[in-house]
């Protein structure tokens, strides 16, 4: 089944301890984003990456890392989180109209990580 | 940059009626997509319709339809026959076309719910 697998689902922490959120997809695709959803704002683009080592920020990059060292995962790292940070907290992947158009261009999503800081 | 505007923060409608959800965007490109994400209470993010902007036909998937008014930039979502599990937050989304990243840009989204 094409999937896109987020862990965890559900995470409370305190101001100032790193965390991860994992990010897998097995549809090869080559692009990944990370999105942040809040109340009234809908979602916002964290940072993206086009291909294995290639990331670049999107528009709300602050305070967030990540890294792509094999095609299928894409980590939101957080090092120093901070109330501000809490959120809902999106992957998606996608192989499609960006970079090679086509008529089946669908963004994939993970179920969602729902973070809240302390 | 692209902006995404809806309207509508709320809407309600009768169960086995019919909606329209509005949704305007603003971009200067000419080859973009256009999507309808459904938000139900899970929180997963589905995918309801997807528009290509060189197609003038409007698309449509089962009881989902829309409205591609593209001099307008006008991209509105029809539920036809209402169910109550169509009660969800709804996304408008943008993508620009081919030779374009893959990002995808939102409107703050229209809170539908469906009464018995």
């Known amino acids: 089944e094409a999937q896109v697998t987020q862990n965890p689902r559900y995470l409370i922490t305190v101001t100032g301890k790193k965390l991860t959120v994992t990010c897998s997809q097995n549809m090869n695709h080559e692009y990944m984003s990370w999105y942040r959803q809040d109340p009234g704002l809908g979602l916002r683009q964290i940072y993206y990456?086009?291909?294995?080592?290639?990331?670049d920020k999107g528009d709300v990059p602050e305070g967030y890392k990540v890294s792509r060292k094999e095609k299928r995962n894409f980590p939101l790292i957080l090092e120093s989180p901070s109330p501000n940070q809490t959120s809902l907290y999106f992957c998606?992947?996608?192989f499609g109209a960006g970079r090679w158009g086509g008529e089946d261009t669908e963004a994939f999503f993970g179920q969602g990580t729902r973070l809240t800081v302390v | 940059a692209q902006t995404v505007t809806q309207s509508q923060p709320e809407m309600s409608v009768q169960e086995a009626e019919t909606v329209t959800l509005s949704c305007t965007y603003d971009t200067s490109e000419n080859n973009y997509y256009l999507f309808w994400y459904k938000q139900p209470p899970s929180r997963q993010m589905i995918l309801v319709i997807r528009?290509?902007?060189?197609?003038?036909q409007n698309a449509t998937e089962n009881r989902f339809s829309v409205n591609f008014q593209k001099a307008a930039k006008s991209f509105s979502l029809k539920i036809s026959d209402s169910q109550l599990g169509d009660t969800a937050m709804y996304f408008c989304a943008f993508m620009k076309g081919q030779g374009g990243s893959e990002k995808l840009v939102f409107g703050k989204g229209t809170k539908l719910t469906v009464n018995p």
């Open positions: 990456s086009m291909n294995v080592e290639v990331t």
């Open positions: 998606a992947s996608s």
């Open positions: 528009q290509e902007a060189y197609k003038q």
